[in-house]
């Protein structure tokens, strides 16, 4: 002891530096390997034979890793997340989980986009006000003719101020054009008029999204230990804590703005409006809570415009490699507005619209792995295998297996309309909509948690397809286009297309 402390004494700037690097070593040791609850029961699997650790293995070829798993298993297997282990489900499971009660999607998300961490408030308001956000999305799809009027009517103004009127051919990234476009579309129906062209806040609400999946990506990438290090100088969480501060400072005016003119309704004996938008919505359902309604702007942002920009993206490219399907769907969207115009009744009726996003979404999905849950308690599977509470798990999609899709390698524009029309029965042929969720196409996920907001998303493609179409040339320029992050696809940000004005055969 006496030797240790004279060591100490004459080195005192080594014995310090020795001390600070023990503890860092103990907490990396600590966080590293406590508090992960996963189904210990089943095996991990990974890639060593290409010298991949077994997170490396998901993050960076997670297609592949599913792919052993149901190869060598043929049952549940684990893998492990930047934010620890996970139990992958066959597909066969999807059923008999689609409504199970302590299998919950918001919390799953809260647990892998960083909730509660300061930035993330549109995540963390999601899982803290689960029904009031919910319960408001099923507002506006329950006003869904009201709705598409109103993006139709929006689209008219946006798609030409966002792509303009020069008829040589011009470069752009793809993302960034078509997630403004989106992000004003959403907004509408969201917030009104008042902010959907508001370039602040269309900025905020494009870059939220995109903010919350890299920097989220980032710290799932990041040792655990370092991350809340990593959290202060990573660009993407800096951007998110000043979108925060923003998305404050442009939305407590408004919601201030409608409290102000409540309460003099109410003290003149009047009743106050009911404004149609997912404010109006939220305060309703709110019921007298004071909640943060930036926040809950943030997380309608992050529900309902990243996904939907991603499926605008993959479309556009996909029509770009796959030209013989533009003729026929132009033809149908002239055939079907002529007649119609844009209207909730009138897009159900482009049919060929329909099944080219659905096959897109198919070739490209948000998500290879749907429906993932946290087990609010343990849950029991019809094998007797248990998922503790609190661990997470998901169910994977079939999108790439023959025997459901042949061929599924190809890019079929028609294949879920044929499916449609040799369906009997109102039942399975509305199965193959766009906007329909089954076990075999998870695009929108499957069951009591599926997307709420599958119905206005698809609206809202239709619409900004059918513009784009009409009044644009579209060509893809050499460089990349998708890109996965364990089974997570997205169009890569530096993907770039050409476009042009052309005449449109009829007035939108
Ligand atoms: C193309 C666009 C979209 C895609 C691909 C998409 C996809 C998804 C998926 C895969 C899920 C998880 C479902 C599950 O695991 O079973 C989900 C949930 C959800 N989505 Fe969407 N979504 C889109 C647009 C929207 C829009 C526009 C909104 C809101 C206006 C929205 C609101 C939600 C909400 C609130 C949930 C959580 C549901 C729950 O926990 O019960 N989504 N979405």
């Not at 860092?24 to 040791?29: D, H, N, R, Y």
């Not at 655990?224 to 404050?248: G, S």
């Amino acid at each position: 002891m006496d030797s240790v402390l004279s060591i100490i004494r004459s080195y005192p700037v080594v014995a310090v530096a020795a001390i600070l690097s023990g503890v860092a070593l103990l907490w990396v040791l600590v966080t590293q390997c406590t508090g992960d609850v996963y189904c210990k029961a089943l095996p991990f699997v990974g890639l060593p034979e290409e010298g991949l650790s077994l997170r490396d293995s998901w993050n960076q070829q997670g297609p592949k890793v599913q792919a052993k798993g149901l190869r060598e298993h043929n049952g549940p297997f684990n893998i492990m997340t930047g934010q620890g282990a996970k139990t992958i489900l066959p597909n066969r499971f999807a059923k008999e989980l689609q409504k199970h009660p302590d299998a919950s999607f918001v919390q799953h998300l809260n647990f892998d986009f960083f909730g509660g961490w300061k930035g993330f408030e549109g995540v963390s308001f999601v899982s803290a006000h689960e029904k009031v956000f919910i319960d408001t999305v099923h507002d506006l799809t329950r006003s869904l003719a009201l709705v598409t009027d109103s993006m139709a009517d929006e689209a008219r103004l946006a798609v030409p101020s966002s792509f303009g009127d020069c008829t040589e051919w011009q470069t752009i990234l793809l993302k960034p054009k078509t997630g403004l476009l989106i992000a004003q579309l959403l907004s509408r129906v969201m917030l009104g008029t008042e902010l959907c062209r508001d370039p602040e806040w269309l900025t905020i609400a494009r870059d939220y999204t995109t903010n919350v999946a890299m920097g989220s990506m980032s710290l799932r990438g990041s040792s655990k230990a370092l991350r809340p290090i990593m959290y202060w100088f990573n660009p993407q969480c800096t951007r998110l804590r000043q979108h925060a501060q923003d998305a404050n400072r442009l939305i407590a005016p408004v919601v201030q703005k409608r409290r102000e003119r409540a309460r003099k309704l109410l003290e003149a004996g009047e009743k106050p409006d009911k404004v149609a938008d997912s404010i109006g919505w939220m305060t309703i359902h709110a019921q007298g809570r004071d909640i943060d309604y930036a926040s809950g702007q943030l997380g309608m942002a992050f529900a309902g415009i990243h996904n939907t920009t991603e499926t605008l993206a993959a479309a556009i490219i996909d029509l770009c490699n796959n030209p013989e399907a533009l003729k026929p769907m132009r033809e149908e969207v002239i055939a079907v507005v002529t007649e119609h115009g844009w209207s909730r009744d009138s897009l159900n009726k482009l049919r060929l619209v329909d099944s080219f996003l659905k096959e897109s979404q198919r070739c490209h999905p948000a998500l290879g792995a749907a429906m993932g849950r946290m087990a609010l308690k343990d849950v029991t599977l019809s094998t007797g295998l248990v998922i503790p509470k609190g661990s997470r798990f998901g169910v994977i999609c079939p999108f790439m297996d023959p025997e459901v899709y042949p061929e599924p390698e190809n890019f079929d524009a028609y294949r879920f309309l044929k499916l449609r029309e040799a369906a009997t029965g109102s039942g399975p042929a509305s199965e193959y909509l766009h906007a329909s969720m089954s076990a075999e196409h998870m695009g929108f996920g499957f069951g009591s948690h599926g997307c709420p907001g599958r119905a206005l998303a698809s609206n809202e493609l239709k619409i900004a397809l059918g513009f784009m179409l009409l009044q644009y040339d579209w060509r893809l320029e050499e460089g990349p286009t998708f890109r996965t992050f364990a089974v997570a696809n997205s169009v890569d940000a530096r993907c770039r297309v050409s476009y042009r004005k052309r005449e449109s055969e009829i007035e939108l």
